[in-house]
């Protein structure tokens, strides 16, 4: 039997990896929401806005499937390193251009994407590579947890500076805050081991949606919760903003929201611990997120938004803890699927990136096609039960430790070949 108590405690490397995940959380908290909004106002119409969110999250998929052959030259240290780089680039470029960056949202999309793949892959490998099946609940939880303590004060931050700094100056000083965080982040990364992966990524060899019926259950749920998660990741904060007609305003509710998601995370991260309490939790998240969106049906007003944020703030962490867990441990379950590790989180990234482009690129259509902004709250009540689809996906997916067995086989086989190579000499 292992001993429970010492590999439910995290390593050194892995509370450093929080650090960093902290960081990158913060920089992106402070601008992330109010890129958005900044783009909005320089351009007033939905359709600039949703074309860079569309190349942003095209780009984050393929940019882990080149993190991947990367990690295999330079190692994931390197990869994260590149990403960041490419992070102050763009916010470099943003403050640069000013208000002419409307007039470039795919290209800055593709760069805001390419830096966070880069990063997001590095992370995921390290997170894989740093738990086990005992602490793993408890890292996602504790990485939830920094992540809203970041996006609670990293909007409200901003809204107060870019008030009290007369708006595109303050603006200005936000995106540059930004990039003194991520310049502070690529020096935080030197204390993350070097190593590289040890072969050349092959992406074939993580899709086997015939041979584990799991893992295409976990896909096919990643598509689907994409659909949801690309839109309401920029929609709502625009819907805020343009209801409150203030950056503080919707700082205000990033503050309120990120408190609750503070305290929703561990919450989540305890009842983790045990996998009947983590699949109820998860499947009452989902129905409620579903109906959460009802709330629009009458209007888009200061009350709906507020009970909106609200409930899914507090419920979507016992969402995402269980599904990141169930993914993670997935991967875990047999020597070869973790010797693979990098592959399958490409697989997984792509498969929430087609989500994502499809649930954007189906808003993007009606943007163009259509001039009235009335059908937004049943585009946001069709999406709504897309959590709910992916808990009735992936439910049965359990995880069963076969790295024994796996074990047992590679000693057979070594036995085998070694009795062949003694005949061969007598």
């Given amino acids: 039997m292992r001993a429970i108590g010492k590999v439910a405690k995290l390593s050194q490397q892995g509370w450093w990896l929080l650090v960093v995940a902290t960081l990158f959380m913060t920089g992106i908290a402070l601008s992330g929401t109010f890129i958005n909004v900044y783009i909005w106002k320089m351009d007033r119409t939905y359709e600039a806005i949703t074309w860079f969110n569309l190349f942003t999250f095209f780009c984050i998929p393929l940019a882990f499937v080149g993190g991947g052959y990367l990690a295999s030259k330079i190692g994931e240290a390197w990869v994260m390193r590149s990403g960041v780089t490419v992070l102050v680039i763009f916010f470099a470029v943003l403050l640069a251009l000013g208000p002419s960056s409307v007039h470039y949202v795919k290209w800055l999309g593709i760069c805001f994407g390419i830096g966070q793949g880069f990063y997001w892959f590095s992370f995921h490998v390290f997170s894989f590579d740093f738990t086990n099946p005992d602490n793993r609940a408890k890292f996602t939880g504790l990485s939830g947890l920094f992540a809203s303590l970041a996006s609670m004060t990293g909007p409200y931050v901003a809204g107060y500076l870019i008030v009290r700094v007369r708006q595109v100056s303050g603006y200005h000083a936000v995106f540059a805050l930004s990039f003194t965080i991520f310049a502070l982040l690529f020096i935080a990364t030197f204390r993350l081991p070097k190593k590289e992966l040890p072969h050349r990524p092959q992406l074939s060899l993580a899709l086997r949606l015939n041979q584990d019926s799991d893992w295409r259950r976990l896909l096919i749920g990643s598509v689907v919760f994409g659909l949801r998660e690309g839109l309401f990741s920029f929609l709502v904060a625009l819907l805020v903003f343009d209801v409150s007609k203030s950056e503080e305003g919707l700082g205000l509710y990033g503050l309120y929201t990120g408190f609750l998601s503070l305290i929703a995370f561990l919450l989540a991260a305890f009842i983790g611990k045990r996998e009947g309490l983590r699949k109820f939790g998860m499947g009452l998240a989902a129905f409620l ?31 995402l803890v269980p599904f990141g867990t169930m993914v993670m441990n997935e991967i875990d379950e047999s020597i070869r699927s973790a010797r693979y590790r990098a592959e399958h989180l490409a697989v997984r990234e792509i498969a929430l990136g087609i989500g994502r482009v499809v649930g954007i690129g189906g808003f993007l259509a009606f943007v163009v096609y259509s001039q009235n902004v009335n059908w937004i709250p049943y585009l946001m009540m069709a999406l709504g039960f897309a959590q709910f689809l992916v808990f009735l996906i992936t439910y049965r997916v359990t995880y069963t430790d076969r790295k024994a067995s796996d074990q047992s086989v590679i000693e057979v086989v070594k036995e085998k070949r070694e009795g062949r190579s003694l005949q061969r000499m007598k």
């Fill in 289 to 319: 997120l579903g109906i959460i969106p009802f709330l629009f049906m009458q209007s888009v007003s200061a009350r709906s938004l507020f009970l909106f944020g609200t409930t899914t703030s507090f419920v979507l962490p016992f969402f």
